[in-house]
């Protein structure tokens, strides 16, 4: 018979760079986790940022829509019948076309000040006053009104919004309507008094605050 040749014995392997396997740590497992949670997350706040950022650049036109129609219509009527017309621009044309940009854009758009001239229509919310003053207090540590503006997004019990304002400087074609009140010409004083018993909206000085442009709309 022959010989059964002896059981061979294996030797033993050690690991080297190339065979080992690598055991992650608790450490590395609970960042990889972190990332792969934080992952969701990150792309909604990208997709909000983008939104909030679209909804930006609508507020910048129609606020710029609404300040060149207005100049538009009140530069007209002074040309063709004087100031005393513009009262009338004011009070009926300013407000159909802030009507109509609203509802091109699907926001409010409107006009506001700390010193209204007609307070069922020029009254702003808290956000809005807060932000007024800060203009005004910009503009007294002298910046320029011209250009000025502010937007934030904003949390309320319906939704999120974005908010933007657009400062109205003081201008010469706005003085003889809201320049010092003993200035005014006689017409211009009786007329007011008599559209706009609770009128604030004079002794506002060349170059200062006159008001702003206001913009909301959800997103």
């Not at 934080?38 to 129609?62: F, T």
């Not at 503009?139 to 908010?163: D, I, Y």
Request: charged residues 25%; glycine residues 6%; hydrophobic residues 40%.
């Amino acid at each position: 018979m022959g010989r059964r040749p002896a059981d061979r014995v294996l030797p033993a392997v050690s690991p080297t760079a190339d065979n080992a396997i690598v055991q992650p740590t608790l450490h590395q497992l609970l960042r990889v986790l972190t990332l792969l949670l934080a992952a969701p997350a990150a792309l909604a706040q990208g997709a909000a940022d983008d939104a909030a950022r679209q909804v930006l650049d609508e507020a910048r036109r129609a606020s710029a829509e609404l300040v060149t129609s207005v100049r538009g219509e009140l530069v007209k009527a002074i040309e063709q019948s004087g100031p005393l017309r513009a009262i009338v621009v004011c009070k009926y044309t300013v407000p159909e076309i802030a009507s109509a940009v609203s509802r091109k854009y699907g926001a409010r758009v409107t006009r506001v000040s700390l010193s209204p001239r007609n307070p069922s229509l020029g009254w702003g919310d808290v956000w809005e006053q807060k932000t007024l003053m800060a203009f005004d207090e910009r503009v007294g540590k002298g910046e320029r009104a011209e250009g000025m503006e502010h937007h934030e997004v904003v949390q309320e019990p319906s939704g999120r919004f974005l908010r933007y304002m657009r400062v109205l400087p003081m201008q010469p074609v706005c003085m003889a309507c809201h320049g010092p009140k003993d200035q005014l010409s006689e017409s211009i004083r009786n007329q007011l008094t008599h559209d706009y018993p609770h009128d604030r909206a004079t002794d506002v000085a060349l170059g200062r605050v006159r008001g702003a442009v206001t913009f909301k709309k959800p997103f």
